[in-house]
C-alpha cells in the first residue's frame, strides 16, 4: 500500500477593501477547507502575502488559524522574513502557539552568498521553534536565491537539530529526486509545483503545498488516488485539468492576485490583494468569470 498522502492549503489572507485584516473570515476559510478535505494550512507564505504583512498582523493571522483549526487542520506557519531578528520574533511566537511546523525561506534581498551563510541564517530561527520543527522554504523564482536544495538540505540535518524538511516550490524533478533522496524519509519534503504533482509522484512525493488547493483539493486527491491504483488514464486527464486551472490564474496575474477573485467566485470571499498587487479590472473579472465557469475540477 502506498503512504498516506498529505496535502496541504496555502490560504489567501482575507481583507477589507481599504487592506485591513479581515480575520473573522478565516472560521470560514477553516470550514470551507475541511469540507474539501484539505488536510492542512500553510499561513502567511507567498498565498497568503505574509511579505505583505507586518510582523503584528502575521502573527494576528496566525492565531485566528491555530484558534479555529483545532481538531480540523494542521497548521504550518511561514514566517520567513530578510530581517533575522524578524524571524526569530515570529518562529517564538508560532511556536508558542503549538503550530505543527515552520517554514523559513532565504533571505532574498540581501543574499546568503554560500549554501553554509543560508544554513546559519536559520539556525537562530531554528532555535527560536524549540521543539518544533523548522522547514527550509526553497521558492527561487521568488527570493532569486539558488542555492542546492539539497545540499542545503545535508547541511542542516548535520546542524539543526530540530531541521523538519523542505517545502519545494521548484519545478526542477531532478533537484526534488535528489531532496527526497537525502531526506530518506526521515523528514518530508511538500512539494509545491501542483501543476506537477503526477510527474512527482513517481518520485516518492506523498506531501505537497499548493496555492491552488484552496480552490483544487479534491482534484488534486484523486489524481494521487489514480495513480495509486494505477489508473493512469484519469491522473493524466485530472493532472490535465489542473494544469488549465494553472493556466487561467497565471494569464490573470497569478494565484495570488487571480486566486482571490477565484475564491470569490467559489462563495468564498477573500477580499483583495495588497499593493503592489492590484484587483482585477472590470473587464478582466468579466474575462476571468468566463474562463473559471468552463473549468473542471474546481472546489464549487
Known amino acids: 500500500m502506498p503512504a498516506p498522502f498529505e496535502l496541504i492549503a496555502a490560504p489567501h489572507t482575507p481583507c477589507y477593501p481599504d487592506g485591513a485584516l479581515r480575520l473573522g473570515t478565516i472560521d470560514a476559510q477553516a470550514e470551507f477547507l475541511s469540507r474539501h478535505s484539505v488536510q492542512g494550512v500553510f499561513v502567511c507564505g507567498t498565498t497568503g502575502e505574509g511579505l505583505s504583512l507586518t510582523t503584528a498582523e502575521r502573527m494576528a493571522v496566525l492565531e485566528r488559524w491555530v484558534k479555529v483549526s483545532v481538531g480540523k487542520l494542521k497548521v504550518l506557519a511561514h514566517v520567513g522574513h530578510s530581517c533575522q531578528r524578524e524571524a526569530v520574533e515570529l518562529a517564538e511566537h508560532a511556536a508558542k502557539l503549538g503550530v505543527a511546523g515552520v517554514a523559513a525561506l532565504a533571505p532574498h534581498f540581501l543574499k546568503p552568498a554560500t549554501v553554509q551563510d543560508l544554513v546559519d541564517f536559520l539556525k537562530p530561527i531554528a532555535a527560536a521553534c524549540g521543539k518544533v520543527p523548522l522547514l527550509y522554504y526553497d521558492i527561487p523564482s521568488l527570493t532569486n536565491v539558488r542555492h542546492s536544495a539539497a545540499r542545503v538540505m545535508e547541511l542542516a540535518l548535520a546542524q539543526i537539530p530540530n531541521f523538519g524538511g523542505l517545502k519545494l516550490t521548484n519545478p526542477d524533478l531532478a533537484t526534488l ?124
Not at 496555492?211 to 485530472?238: C, K, P, Q
Not at 492576485?257 to 472590470?282: E, H, I, N, Q
Open 177 to 300: 529526486s535528489e531532496c527526497l533522496s537525502i531526506a530518506a524519509g526521515k523528514v518530508p519534503v511538500y512539494f509545491g509545483q501542483e501543476e506537477l504533482l503526477l510527474s512527482a509522484l513517481p518520485l516518492g512525493v506523498r506531501h505537497a503545498v499548493g496555492s491552488t488547493f484552496s480552490m483544487t483539493s479534491r482534484l488534486h486527491l484523486e489524481i494521487v488516488a489514480s495513480y495509486d491504483r494505477g489508473d493512469m488514464g484519469t491522473a493524466n486527464d485530472l493532472q490535465r485539468q489542473s494544469l488549465r486551472v494553472a493556466r487561467v490564474l497565471e494569464s490573470f496575474g497569478g494565484p495570488v492576485r487571480a486566486g482571490k477573485a477565484m475564491m470569490a467566485l467559489l462563495g468564498l470571499d477573500v477580499g483583495p490583494v495588497r499593493p503592489p498587487l492590484s484587483l482585477l479590472t472590470g473587464e478582466e473579472a468579466t474575462r476571468f468569470a468566463e474562463d473559471v465557469a468552463n473549468l473542471k475540477g474546481l472546489n464549487r
